[in-house]
């Protein structure tokens, strides 16, 4: 056998080889890989918690903007700014006082400690020991108190994720119910009119943190929750930005401003070309351009201006033609002017120094009268420098 179908064997079989090997070496198992929320789940932070309500037999909706519940219900505020809207504030106050249940959470923004006048509720910071340094776990347990004394001998303990280090809660009033440790209080629930008023530490009902912890148990002694009880859910994180609400509420005036910018911007705007077509351009003679200009002048407040213009061009020819034109009388001027234009002398001076009237028609004819002198006195001249054809 020769050397070639031997290679061959070899290069099929150490593919078999380790096809073999890689099989007997493998195990294969099913591994569940969790996925990402969907649908109102990854929308609504309170998805889990309200299940969770409900399966209690609590009524619990999630509601967009604020409308004030039934007396005694339950309000669950996450993410939100207490002081944005005294209108909204000063109701939720009056909801209170009236008998309503209000749980915050640590997400809650204020200002001016407008909600810790009000509850009676405040913060204080905790003293950083070495052992509190070296103790920091995501998960802590505290202990569930009520009005003073564990609320049962068998379940004292609650697992609570989350919670703040930097600081814990106090307040002066009475305390009906609350959780902390050494620490100081991490919940804690006192009676603000005829309802009440619990503030955590921490934000454990939100998405999936429920499941941390012991969090339903929290949930439970936050609310005070009943069966029957209705729980309404409020957060501002995902409230539609300024610019959405503006759009919704008022894109007919927002179109309507735009238009207005536009038309501004493109009045205002520099021009690439002339408004309209330019016109072709055309010669025109010195005659028309002159019977232009003296219409112009004529009609537009320089009627004088071209009369004495008229009259200095007729006197300058008259000099050329009679020597000592300057100096004779006007009657000896008017006879030249006779002479040398063949026209009647008295009508000429009479155009040149008693105009008829400043009426722009009668001006006129004064005028054609001294310009035809002119031109008469000036072709005799050419005739005779030149002769006759």
Not at 128 to 138: A, E, G, H, I, L
Not at 200 to 206: D, M, W
């Amino acid at each position: 056998m020769s050397r070639s179908p031997i290679r061959w064997i070899l290069f099929a079989a150490l593919p078999i080889a380790a096809s073999i090997w890689i099989a007997s070496n493998t195990t294969w198992d099913d591994v569940s890989i969790p996925v990402p929320a969907k649908g109102e789940a990854r929308t609504n932070p309170f998805y889990a918690v309200q299940h969770f309500a409900s399966a209690l037999g609590a009524r619990a909706t999630r509601d967009r903007t604020f409308v004030v519940p039934s007396a005694d219900s339950v309000l669950v505020l996450s993410g939100w700014h207490w002081s944005l809207v005294r209108d909204r504030r000063q109701a939720i106050e009056r909801w209170v006082e009236s008998g309503g249940r209000l749980v915050v959470d640590s997400l809650l923004v204020t200002t001016n400690q407008d909600f810790e006048h009000w509850a009676g509720l405040d913060r204080t910071t905790v003293k950083m020991t070495d052992t509190f340094r070296t103790s920091r776990v995501r998960c802590r347990t505290f202990i569930e108190w009520t009005a003073g004394s564990p609320v049962s001998s068998t379940r004292t303990n609650l697992s609570v994720c989350g919670a703040q280090y930097l600081w814990s809660l106090t307040t002066k009033k009475p305390v009906e119910w609350s959780i902390g440790d050494s620490s100081g209080m991490q919940a804690i629930r006192v009676r603000v009119g005829k309802g009440h008023v619990t503030w955590i530490n921490a934000s454990p009902f939100r998405y999936q943190q429920l499941f941390d912890g012991d969090h339903g148990l929290l949930f439970v002694g936050a609310t005070d929750l009943r069966r029957g009880d209705e729980v309404h859910f409020l957060s501002e994180d995902d409230m539609p930005q300024l610019l959405m609400l503006v759009w919704r509420w008022g894109a007919p005036l927002v179109l309507l401003a735009l238009l207005v910018v536009a038309l501004l911007i493109w009045r205002s705007a520099i021009r690439l070309g002339p408004l309209v077509a330019p016109e072709p351009a055309e010669r025109r003679s010195l005659a028309e351009q002159i019977r232009g200009t003296g219409y112009f002048a004529l009609h537009h407040g320089g009627a004088d201006a071209l009369h004495g213009a008229a009259a200095r061009a007729l006197e300058e020819a008259a000099r050329r033609r009679v020597p000592g034109y300057s100096v004779l009388s006007a009657s000896e001027r008017g006879e030249a002017l006779q002479r040398i234009s063949g026209m009647n002398g008295a009508e000429v001076l009479s155009a040149v120094y008693h105009p008829r009237s400043q009426r722009t028609n009668q001006l006129r004819a004064s005028i054609a009268i001294i310009e035809t002198a002119r031109r008469r006195i000036l072709d005799k001249l050419t005739r005779s420098a030149y002769g006759t054809h």
